[in-house]
């Protein structure tokens, strides 16, 4: 497969695989956060862990809106999804994403609301119009990936006149979670040393707004692309920084993002969509500025104003690790529901829903292999 297959080549893999072990100091450990599920995804399946030395490690972080939506929002979706007047549409993973009290899209969904699931912000529209007296609802998520198509459908909604039309806004902001680990890293679990970049956020916001992270936190970040070549030549990169004492933003994903990012991207993002004071992580819990509403000019498409949602805060399931997981503080195997009560197939958990969730991927992929390297070297950290 062209332009593929280049970045799966085993025997590259091999070769950069020895160029780490080579570059990783004897004595030292890297511990590196690959922000994006997407890269978790990546690692596990393509066992990139496996193909490291034992002192560079990899810790999973938040980038899976699926994993970080909380429970309130999810209640809230599942409230709306209950009037009679609504149809809710949403993307599949969502559908089995434990809400309170055991409750999820899918049982309301079997309980008789009108839930639908949608592969595009636009499919959601195209319901609106050939169903003008339904009250349509998309369940929006995501990182600055999805929002510009949000974006688009609303301000296309707008000039249509579709008035059957709104959003339950749920956009969260990449560099502000980032900030927000970097900032709380926890006590007794050792820091991280730098970051593989998000890919797909990238290519909208560009490379500059990592650029805190050098200059605050003094840690480099390199933005990677997902395929497992990729992923080991950004590892590559970081080690070799590090070495040198730097700490830069560097990009290996060159071939989709650029330091400014998608300039018409950004501006229907900034012209449908304002930042909200506060907004509640599954994980990180309140972050300020950390997440986007709509502007005034578009609160007819606002569904938390239309329906007035106000969202009550609701606890996690309290034996998930989720929130240490999308911290980085613990990983799957540490939670003693993984694998055994917790399953793709019965999910107690957001980190197991979402095929890019850490717990996941590595019930997918990874856990025999974590099982006997967690043996061999104790708790990894
Ligand atoms: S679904 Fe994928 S791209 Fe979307 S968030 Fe989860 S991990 Fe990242
Ligand atoms: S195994 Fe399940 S319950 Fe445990 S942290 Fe992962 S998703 Fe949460």
Same mark, same amino acid.
């Given at each position: 497969?062209?332009?593929?297959?280049?970045?799966? *080549?085993?025997?590259?893999?091999?070769?950069?695989?020895?160029?780490?072990?080579?570059?990783?100091? $004897?004595?030292?450990?890297?511990?590196?956060?690959?922000?994006?599920?997407?890269?978790?995804?990546?690692?596990?399946?393509?066992?990139?862990?496996?193909?490291?030395?034992?002192?560079?490690?990899?810790?999973?972080?938040?980038?899976?809106?699926?994993?970080?939506?909380?429970?309130?929002?999810?209640?809230? $979706?599942?409230?709306?999804?209950?009037?009679?007047?609504? @149809?809710?549409?949403?993307?599949?993973?969502?559908?089995?994403?434990?809400?309170?009290?055991?409750? %999820?899209?899918?049982?309301?969904?079997?309980?008789?609301?009108?839930?639908?699931?949608?592969?595009?912000?636009?499919?959601?529209?195209?319901?609106?119009?050939?169903?003008?007296?339904? #009250?349509?609802?998309?369940?929006?998520?995501?990182?600055?990936?999805?929002?510009?198509?949000?974006?688009?459908?609303?301000?296309?909604?707008?000039?249509?006149?579709?008035?059957?039309? /709104?959003?339950?806004?749920?956009?969260?902001? @990449?560099?502000?979670?980032?900030?927000?680990?970097?900032?709380?890293?926890?006590?007794?679990?050792?820091?991280?040393?730098?970051?593989?970049?998000?890919?797909?956020? %990238? @290519?909208?916001?560009?490379?500059?707004?990592?650029?805190?992270?050098?200059?605050?936190?003094?840690?480099?970040?390199?933005?990677?692309?997902? #395929?497992?070549? *990729?992923?080991?030549?950004?590892?590559?990169?970081?080690?070799?920084?590090?070495?040198?004492?730097?700490?830069?933003?560097?990009?290996?994903?060159?071939?989709?993002?650029?330091?400014?990012?998608?300039?018409?991207?950004?501006?229907?993002?900034?012209?449908?969509?304002?930042?909200? *004071?506060?907004?509640?992580?599954?994980?990180?819990?309140?972050?300020?500025?950390?997440?986007?509403?709509?502007?005034?000019?578009?609160?007819?498409?606002?569904?938390?104003?239309?329906?007035?949602?106000?969202?009550?805060?609701?606890?996690?399931?309290?034996?998930?690790?989720?929130?240490?997981?999308?911290?980085?503080?613990?990983?799957?195997?540490?939670?003693?529901?993984?694998?055994?009560?917790?399953?793709? #197939? @019965?999910?107690?958990? /957001?980190?197991?829903?979402?095929?890019?969730? %850490?717990?996941?991927?590595?019930?997918?992929?990874?856990?025999?292999?974590?099982?006997?390297?967690?043996?061999?070297?104790?708790?990894?950290?």
């Amino acid at each position: 497969m062209k332009y593929v297959d280049e970045y799966r *080549d085993p025997a590259l893999a091999k070769g950069l695989a020895a160029a780490i072990a080579a570059e990783a100091e $004897a004595g030292r450990t890297y511990r590196f956060m690959e922000f994006c599920g997407g890269h978790t995804h990546a690692i596990s399946r393509y066992g990139v862990e496996d193909m490291l030395p034992a002192n560079v490690r990899m810790i999973h972080g938040p980038g899976c809106p699926v994993c970080v939506l909380p429970v309130g929002r999810i209640d809230d $979706a599942i409230r709306l999804a209950a009037r009679p007047d609504v @149809t809710l549409c949403t993307y599949a993973d969502l559908m089995r994403v434990p809400a309170s009290n055991g409750a %999820s899209l899918l049982k309301a969904r079997a309980a008789g609301a009108d839930i639908r699931m949608v592969y595009s912000t636009l499919d959601a529209l195209r319901i609106a119009r050939s169903e003008p007296r339904r #009250e349509v609802v998309f369940f929006a998520i995501g990182f600055e990936t999805t929002t510009p198509p949000t974006a688009l459908a609303v301000r296309q909604a707008k000039a249509e006149g579709c008035a059957n039309f /709104s959003v339950f806004c749920n956009h969260v902001l @990449t560099p502000v979670a980032m900030r927000a680990i970097l900032a709380g890293e926890e006590e007794g679990v050792p820091p991280l040393d730098g970051i593989v970049g998000p890919a797909h956020v %990238s @290519t909208v916001i560009g490379s500059r707004p990592y650029e805190f992270v050098a200059t605050e936190y003094h840690k480099p970040v390199v933005i990677s692309g997902f #395929e497992p070549l *990729d992923v080991m030549q950004s590892i590559l990169m970081l080690v070799h920084q590090l070495n040198q004492n730097r700490c830069e933003i560097e990009n290996q994903y060159a071939r989709a993002v650029v330091p400014q990012g998608n300039a018409r991207a950004l501006e229907a993002i900034a012209e449908v969509f304002e930042l909200r *004071d506060s907004f509640e992580w599954r994980g990180l819990g309140a972050v300020a500025k950390s997440a986007l509403r709509l502007r005034d000019a578009f609160a007819a498409f606002d569904a938390e104003r239309r329906f007035e949602i106000e969202t009550k805060a609701a606890a996690d399931n309290p034996a998930c690790e989720c929130g240490a997981i999308l911290r980085g503080a613990k990983r799957p195997m540490d939670c003693k529901l993984f694998g055994t009560l917790c399953t793709p #197939e @019965t999910p107690m958990g /957001s980190c197991m829903v979402s095929s890019e969730g %850490s717990c996941a991927a590595h019930y997918a992929y990874g856990r025999f292999r974590d099982r006997a390297r967690t043996q061999k070297e104790g708790v990894l950290q």
